[in-house]
């Protein structure tokens, strides 16, 4: 296995990872739904818009800085919501939160964390969003947000992307499944991971707080409690009600189409999280980079933008905020970190993505963000000057139309 310092890109991590948990856990969190090939997609979409560098300007001091969802971030990363970040390592979303807040990036808290929002409130400095389920009851609902407001979350993500669960067939195979039913391979593979028992044994109760006011119970009874709540019915008006209850910055996660976008922005939503949930609900849908043009253009000034899926480098942030995006959110990344170092993991993975966004920035002669835009982007294959002819010529139609192209 290879030492953290030895891990330099994304790809590092992953590995690491892989060697250090047992495999129904790596694949739970790699694997996503039926083929995989969204979640394939979402990384390797990056790959068909090349970026094109303005030289001749100053960029002798670059700064990412923005402000996203009412918070203002140092740079435009979202750690993504994850559900039990502690089955991976004993540090968990405690750690995972002071390194984000360390790296002055935002932080989503999971509803199915295993740290309570008074936890995360309490220990975390740094910008905060909890990510909430719709339940069928609202007071339970109203319960969960009252409780963000008491611990000062600065904004609320209502996801609505896992009204049915996705057929992720990785966890099937392996029996990580709710409950569990592990196959001979599943267990053996976890006897082959000492370093991971160990840590997992002695990491204390393991719970699910943030499920109920208690998170009282084993996991297979929280979750099966959870999905009996889950509301499968969500309406336009439930969601206007939940962001007025909130009254604060407002972002609705799962949203892939731009007449979604816009009625988000009349049920109050400040922003729309361009996601497919990582490729781990619908297989078969678009890679999200691929959507940020359209959407964007579609909306304007009435919510932010933010993408999340494939983010894996620093020049991956550059090309969603070319496109428009405000920030980027990401998941399975700061998770391998996690896996396999730790909060000292994510740390040092953060610090790297931080420093490829600013590079990324220098060399595309970007001094700030207000300086990025579609002029930086072509599509690959297509003449150079093309898209940023078009910017020119202030034909944001016809920009977005070609990004869009396959």
């Known amino acids: 296995m290879p030492r953290l310092a030895q891990c330099f ?141 008491a611990a000062g979350f ?51 109760k393991f719970s699910l707080p943030n499920v109920t006011a208690g998170g009282e119970g084993d996991l297979s009874t929280l979750a099966a409690f959870f999905a009996s709540k889950m509301e499968a019915n969500i309406s336009w008006e439930r969601i206007a009600k939940i962001a007025a209850y909130w009254g604060g910055p407002f972002a609705i996660k799962g949203l892939q189409c731009a007449d979604d976008a816009l009625r988000a922005a009349d049920a109050g939503a400040t922003a729309v999280i361009l996601s497919n949930h990582g490729g781990r609900q619908l297989d078969g849908g678009a890679a999200t980079i691929d959507l940020v043009a359209n959407i964007v253009d579609a909306v304007g000034d009435r919510v932010e933008v933010i993408l999340d899926g494939g ?5 991956h942030i550059v090309k969603a905020l070319a496109m428009g995006a405000r920030a980027c959110m990401t998941g399975r990344p700061y998770l391998y970190a996690l896996s396999a170092f730790g909060a000292q993991g994510v740390e040092r993975w953060l610090s790297a993505m931080h420093q490829e966004t600013l590079r990324t920035m220098a060399l595309i002669g970007c001094a ?32 977005s139309a070609v990004l869009r192209q396959a």
């Open 368 to 399: 700030s963000i207000d300086d990025i835009g579609r002029e930086h982007l072509r599509l690959a294959g297509t003449a150079p000057a093309f898209l940023a002819a078009e910017a020119a010529a202030g034909d944001a139609e016809r920009v």
């Open 154 to 204: 600065d904004a609320l993500c209502l996801t609505v992307d896992t009204i049915v669960a996705g057929n992720r067939e990785r966890d099937l195979r392996s029996g990580l499944t709710v409950p569990p039913r592990l196959t001979p391979a599943s267990l053996a593979s976890f006897v082959s991971r000492p370093g991971w028992c160990l840590g997992y044994l002695g990491g204390g």
């Open 9 to 149: 890109g994304t790809a590092d991590y992953e590995e690491a990872a892989r060697r250090r948990l047992p495999r129904p856990l790596f694949d739970y969190i790699s694997g996503a739904a039926d083929d995989e090939k969204t979640a394939a997609a979402n990384v390797a979409s990056f790959d068909r818009y090349d970026l094109v560098p303005r030289y001749l300007t100053d960029v002798t001091q670059v700064s990412a800085a923005t402000r996203v969802l009412g918070c203002d971030l140092v740079w435009p990363l979202i750690l993504a919501p994850t559900g039990m970040s502690r089955m991976f390592h004993p540090d968990g979303e405690q750690g995972v939160a002071v390194a984000a807040a360390g790296a002055g990036c935002g932080y989503a808290l999971s509803t199915m964390a295993t740290a309570s929002i008074e936890d995360i409130g309490a220990i975390s400095t740094g910008p905060k969003i909890y990510q909430l389920y719709l339940l069928a009851d609202d007071a339970l609902n109203f319960a969960s947000i009252d409780r963000c407001k």
């Open 311 to 315: 983010v894996r480098r620093g020049s």
